[in-house]
């Protein structure tokens, strides 16, 4: 921690999409390491104005209103900016099937032309944050954040004699972002059901938004380039979270376990049964550093893997209670 302190102490950092879930927990995790100024970049006003109220008067933050398709106005909201925490993109495996186009204006083209700017301005580092959607991707929203993986990785290549570093964050689901699975399972509950599961055999990885964002910071701090960090998770079968939600969530809407249904609904255009972590070809060049798996072309000692964990009920039902707590501290 005193690490990460003195890293971001007077730094001027800018994230991209920083009213999601992901970009607004980085932007208030960084403010308690003293940083010169976040700019907070959205194309999202009414969010932003949210985060504003929720922030309350600091001088360190400033709200800046545009999208990463515009490139030139991304060459304002970059002036003198240390660091890039890129976390802006299309995020649906639905919407982004049915939409292609769109996908990848925003997770490619809107990437490409963040880091093309953040060459010119010549930002120290760069984090791009992905998912582990870009593994052996069967949808567009996987190739999309592939592909926005390969441009940040290749940037250590094109940018000259620049002392800039670009690096990736990848991880799984994170715990009741927006439009995950639980807030859409708890909307289900309050309304009294039925739940609807796509798959009784769906797995995901799991993790709070403020665990990963501590480790997509970390990794801001050890990375020297071209580095993929994977955060190692744990996963959760989608039947098992949905049984835990039920009992937990019922009675504090005025209903019985047993009157909240599950219904299988299939699963939807692009969704996988599975998500991994790392391809076959990447596991043979991965190395750990604590709670990462480091994906590079360095050398190094080959990781030791340990068989997939995954949460049990109880386990679930006790991240589901601090969830719940941290939401009526947000409300």
Excluded at 134 to 162: D, I, Q
Excluded at 228 to 252: H, Q, S, Y
Aim: glycine fraction near 6%; aromatic fraction near 10%; proline fraction near 3%.
């Amino acid at each position: 921690m005193k690490n990460l302190e003195s890293f971001f102490e007077g730094k001027r950092i800018l994230v991209s999409g920083g009213t999601g879930s992901i970009g607004r927990e980085i932007v208030f995790q960084l403010l308690r390491f003293n940083p010169q100024v976040i700019r907070v970049l959205s194309r999202d006003e009414h969010k932003l104005f949210e985060l504003k109220e929720r922030i309350g008067e600091d001088k360190r933050v400033r709200y800046l209103l545009g999208d990463i398709r515009d490139k030139e106005r991304l060459r304002w909201a970059l002036e003198d900016i240390d660091i890039v925490f890129h976390a802006a993109a299309l995020k649906h495996v639905t919407f982004c099937e049915y939409n292609p186009f769109e996908s990848v204006k925003t997770n490619v083209v809107g990437t490409q032309n963040l880091i093309e700017v953040s060459i010119e301005k010549e930002v120290s580092v760069f984090i791009t944050i992905s998912s582990d959607k870009a593994v052996n991707p069967t949808n567009t929203l996987g190739a999309s954040k592939l592909l926005a993986e390969k441009l940040t990785l290749s940037a250590n290549r094109y940018k000259g004699k620049r002392d800039s570093v670009f690096s990736v964050v990848r991880f799984g689901n994170v715990l009741g972002s927006r439009g995950s699975v639980i807030p859409k399972f708890l909307s289900q509950i309050r309304r009294g059901g039925p739940l609807t599961l796509t798959h009784p055999s769906m797995r995901r990885y799991m993790m709070t938004i403020s665990d990963a964002v501590n480790l997509v910071l970390e990794a801001a701090f050890l990375t020297k380039g071209e580095e993929v960090f994977i955060l190692k998770m744990p996963k959760v079968w989608i039947c098992d979270l949905a049984e835990a939600m039920i009992e937990f969530f019922a009675p504090k809407f005025g209903f019985s376990p047993r009157d909240i249904k599950i219904e299988v609904i299939g699963a939807q255009l692009g969704e996988k049964i599975d998500e991994k972590l790392f391809s076959d070809e990447e596991a043979l060049r991965l190395r750990e550093l604590g709670d990462f798996y480091i994906l590079s072309d360095k050398q190094g000692e080959p990781a030791v893997f340990v068989e997939e964990r995954f949460l049990t009920k109880e386990e679930i039902m006790k991240i589901l209670d601090n969830w719940w707590r941290g939401l009526g501290e947000e409300t």
